[in-house]
Nanobody
Framework: QARLEESGGGLVQPGGSLTLSCVVS????????WAWYRQAPGKQRELVAA???????NYIDSVKGRFTISRDDAKSTVYLQMNNLKPEDTAVYYC?????????WGQGTQVTVSS
C-alpha cells in the first residue's frame, strides 16, 4: 500500500494560483496512473484530474483549461497546477491512484478560495 503526502494548499483570492504536490512512497510509482481528487464540505469526494500511464491526462469539465496535472516519475511526485481559482474550487485535495481500489488516503491539503 502506498503512502501519500499532499502539500501546497492554502488560502488564495479568486483568480489566484496554487500548485499542489503529492509525494508517493512505499509503492512502485510508475506502475500506477495517478490522480487528484477533492472533497468539498457536505459533498462526496470527486476525481478532478488524472495523469494516466497510457494516455493523455483528463480533467473534469469544471477545471479544464485552468488545472494541469503532471507527474515526475524520478521523484515519485504528482503535481496539480491550479490557475484562475474560483470559490467553488474550495475543498480538501487528495492524491491517489486512478483506480477503483485506491491506496489508503493521505491527510489531504486544504484549498480555500475566498476574497
Amino acid at each position: 500500500q502506498a503512502r501519500l503526502e499532499e502539500s501546497g494548499g492554502g488560502l488564495v483570492q479568486p483568480g489566484g494560483s496554487l500548485t499542489l504536490s503529492c509525494v508517493v512512497s512505499e509503492t512502485i510509482f510508475i506502475d500506477w496512473s495517478w490522480a487528484w481528487y477533492r472533497q468539498a464540505p457536505g459533498k462526496q469526494r470527486e476525481l478532478v484530474a488524472a495523469a494516466r500511464n497510457d494516455g493523455p491526462p483528463n480533467y473534469i469539465d469544471s477545471v479544464k483549461g485552468r488545472f494541469t496535472i503532471s507527474r515526475d516519475d524520478a521523484k515519485s511526485t504528482v503535481y496539480l497546477q491550479m490557475n484562475n481559482l474560483k470559490p467553488e474550487d474550495t475543498a480538501v485535495y487528495y492524491c491517489n491512484a486512478d483506480t477503483n481500489f485506491p491506496h489508503p488516503w493521505g491527510q489531504g491539503t486544504q484549498v480555500t478560495v475566498s476574497s
